[in-house]
C-alpha cells in the first residue's frame, strides 16, 4: 500500500464519536423539552378540570335558584296577585329584584371561585313566563384591582408649553 492510499481509506475514528455524542446531546434535550411539555400540559389540565367543577357547581346553583323563582312565579300568577306575592317571595331567594315593563327582573351572583362569579338576570313577566338576559362568567373586581397603565391622557402639557 502507498502512503497516499492510507490517508483515503475513510473517516477517522474522532470524526465518528464527535457525531455520536452530537447526537447524544441532541436526543438528550428533545426529551427534557418533552416531559417539560408534558408536564406542563398536565398542570394546564388539572386547572382547566377543577375551573369546570367550580363552574358547574355554580351554574347548577343558579339553575336551582332559577327554578324556584319560576315556581313562585307561577304561584303569583295563580294568586291573582303577581307583582305583590312574586315581590315578597322573590325577595326571600337572595336576588336582587328590579321593576321592568311588564314584570320583574331578577339578578344574581354564583361564585365561582375567589376571582371569578356567574352573573344571571332573568325578567319574569305578570303572565309567568320569563327569559334568560343574562347567564355570563365574569372577573370579580376587587378594591385597588385597576392598575394604572400610564397612558398619556392629554390633561398636561407633555412640551411644557402653552
Sequence with gaps: ???????????GVGYVSVMIIFAVICLTIFAVLSFSAASSSDGFNGRSGDYLKQYYAADSAAKSRLAALDGIAKAAVESGFFEDEFETAASEQGVALKRVMNGFSAVWTEKISDRQELAVEVEFTSDGNCEITRWQSRTISGEGSESHLGVWDGSDNIFGGR
Excluded: C
Aim: proline share 0%; glycine share 10%; charged share 35%.
Design 1 to 11: 500500500m502507498h502512503k497516499k492510499d492510507r490517508n483515503t481509506l475513510g473517516l
